[in-house]
């Protein structure tokens, strides 16, 4: 059973930079592709970003593509997302997930809490 634990959230002004980290436990993370997705309030949870299980093979949601980058530390089991020049429509609630090399959501077997991430105009 793999159990993760995001960290990194809080209020940032538009234009403004966050890093969240998402640390795994439990399972061999070196083996398992990791994805980011976020929630705002009333819609449904979108796709934000995903990493192969090596870090080499990354893809990005359009809205965030440039701005956003996923990484990972295989040796520290901790997968992040560096957000950069964030706008107010990246205010949400923003989740780690393990298990597969996917957009979609469905096909995550292991998720976060999730954490909060609210930007100002």
């Known amino acids: 059973q793999v159990q993760l634990v995001e960290s990194g959230g809080g209020l940032v002004q538009a234009g403004g930079s966050l890093r969240l980290s998402c640390a795994a436990s439990?399972?061999?993370?070196?083996?398992?592709?990791m994805g980011w997705f976020r929630q705002a309030p009333g819609k449904e949870r979108e796709f934000v970003a995903r990493?192969?299980?090596?870090?080499?093979?990354?893809s990005y949601a359009d809205s965030v593509k440039d701005r956003f980058t996923i990484s990972r530390d295989n040796v520290k089991n901790t997968v992040y997302l560096q957000m950069n020049s964030l706008k107010p429509e990246d205010t949400a609630v923003y989740y780690c997930?393990?298990?597969?090399?996917?957009?979609?959501?469905?096909?995550?077997?292991?998720w976060g809490q999730g954490t909060q991430v609210t930007v100002s105009s």
């Open positions: 997930a393990a298990g597969v090399y996917s957009t979609i959501s469905d096909a995550y077997r292991y």
């Open positions: 990493s192969h299980w090596s870090g080499g093979m990354t």
């Open positions: 439990g399972g061999t993370f070196s083996t398992y592709p």
